[in-house]
């Protein structure tokens, strides 16, 4: 994931890293849906 943002809007992006920073960290213990289950089996 690619983050760009103009340089003047330095807080802006800390923020909006830390945000997505965060996200990333939690999506791993969200559930996965059966069907998401076989559709991701049926991409290998």
């Known amino acids: 994931m690619t983050l ?3 340089e003047d809007d ?3 992006f800390e923020a909006a890293s830390n ?3 965060k996200i990333l960290e939690t999506i ?3 559930p996965v849906l059966p069907r998401e289950a ?6 290998s």
């Open 4 to 6: 760009r943002m103009r």
């Open 10 to 12: 330095a807080e802006e």
């Open 19 to 21: 945000k997505t920073a």
């Open 28 to 30: 791993e213990v969200l």
């Open 38 to 43: 076989e559709d991701i089996l049926a991409i």
